[in-house]
């Protein structure tokens, strides 16, 4: 299937392990000798002529305001909800020596910061000619899907565990999707979709099994780089200086799509003359109960091998094998980070300290990464006064059934 072929910075995929180019204008899940994800290039010269830190001041909050560095032809409506623009907030009391910033992504349409890649990667989808939307998810990117599809007018196939939290499969079915529950854990209902998704012409939407999702998530960078900067340079002259970004990032990852992302943004935006060399060292948070990057960052490997007996509360980091592993783990690397995890009681016991001192109701994914913070801190990996920014992908009030479960059964 080809779509007719419009102006835009887009100039083709490139495949993030062999680094062979693919065609943009055609569907396309991963790279057609390796098998390994497609990366967007885009055009950044030809981009800033039009996309300036000056022009942004002025555009729409959402995260369509960096139209250039996002794939869809100009002409083409994107399927949007609003999503990005989300406040990046001081904490007041959850830390008192280090500068702490949290990225609340729980205010996206469907409460999640999966709605980022879903309005990027349904918005291509629909224009490059699929009409039957497949996904596996935790829960978040299921409910994300089906709201963009329902928005594009196309099918949503989604496909979860069976103990997925109850808000997620209510929201789904409300929002018309085609719901399937599976037995088993999310690599399971991705197996499901690869079986059968030849026969019944669904396009897989799986997390870095398409190219557009991360230049969603990507967004995340961007907006980053452009808060600190406005919020920190008042005066004009100090804005024309490149953005800071902090010392620190904290990101739940499950397949990694938001950490892959970031890191595209700051190299785009290193090209651009936005930032400098300065990166932030990256940190993946996972759950105890499944913990294959922890594990394959700790043994020195560059893959991460299948996690056993996946369990944890926090269902988006329930991913016992991802396929951007290689990806994640070099990012660590590079940024001089590391990978961390936590266990579900602390992270039960963290979202009401956060909840408390903070005024946000956190999902499970994001008290992981305030447990974390906790602990790098008094293992001296986080030093006093370091700008920390930790992201809260989610809402807790999708998670109702852990956070009664637990304060019912451990009287907290
Ligand atoms: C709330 C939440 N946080 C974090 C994640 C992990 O995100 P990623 O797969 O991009 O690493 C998920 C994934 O489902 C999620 O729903
Ligand atoms: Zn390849």
């Avoid at 919020?231 to 804005?239: E, G, I």
Wanted: contains cysteine; aromatic residues 8%.
């Amino acid at each position: 299937m080809y779509a007719s072929i419009a102006p835009m910075f887009l100039k083709r995929l490139e495949c993030s392990a062999c680094g062979r180019e693919h065609e943009w204008s055609r569907l396309q899940n991963l790279c057609g000798f390796c098998h390994k994800p497609l990366f967007a290039i885009v055009d950044l010269a030809a981009a800033s002529r039009t996309l300036t830190r000056e022009t942004l001041l002025a555009r729409e909050k959402s995260l369509w305001r960096y139209r250039e560095v996002l794939p869809l032809p100009p002409d083409v409506e994107p399927a949007s909800l609003g999503e990005g623009g989300t406040p990046l907030l001081r904490a007041r009391k959850f830390a008192d020596d280090v500068d702490l910033w949290i990225k609340d992504e729980s205010l996206n349409p469907t409460q999640s910061f999966k709605a980022r890649g879903m309005s990027v990667a349904v918005s291509m989808a629909k224009y490059l000619g699929a009409t039957k939307l497949a996904v596996p998810s935790a829960g978040n990117a299921g409910g994300a899907l089906a709201a963009y599809a329902a928005r594009a007018g196309v099918e949503a196939h989604v496909f979860m565990p069976r103990d997925t939290p109850r808000a997620n499969i209510v929201e789904c079915r409300e929002l018309g999707a085609h719901v399937t529950l599976i037995d088993g854990l999310i690599t399971d209902c991705a197996a499901e979709i690869d079986r059968r998704k030849a026969g019944e012409g669904w396009f897989d939407m799986s997390t870095l099994k398409e190219p557009y999702r991360v230049e969603g998530k990507k967004t995340l960078g961007y907006e980053l780089a452009e808060q600190m900067n406005w919020q920190h340079r008042k005066s004009s002259r100090a804005r024309d200086l490149p953005s800071e970004l902090p010392d620190v990032i904290l990101y739940p990852a499950g397949g990694g799509t938001g950490l892959i992302g970031m890191w595209k943004a700051f190299d785009e935006m290193e090209a651009l003359g936005w930032i400098g060399k300065n990166r932030p060292r990256m940190f993946a948070v996972q759950a105890a109960g499944c913990a294959p990057i922890v594990r394959a960052f700790e043994a020195g490997e560059k893959n991460a091998a299948e996690f056993q007996d996946a369990h944890t509360i926090a269902s988006g980091l329930r991913v016992p094998k991802a396929i951007g592993d290689f990806l994640i783990l070099k990012i660590l690397r590079d940024s001089n980070g590391g990978a961390i995890a936590v266990d579900d009681d602390e992270m039960i016991r963290v979202a009401r300290e956060v909840g408390a001192n903070e005024g946000l109701f956190v999902c499970p994914e994001g008290a992981a990464c305030f447990a974390a913070l906790k602990s790098l801190r008094s293992d001296g990996k986080i030093r006093s006064g370091e700008r920390v920014v930790v992201f809260n992908t989610g809402s807790g009030i999708k998670y109702l059934e852990c956070y009664e479960g637990h304060s019912r059964s451990g009287g907290l």
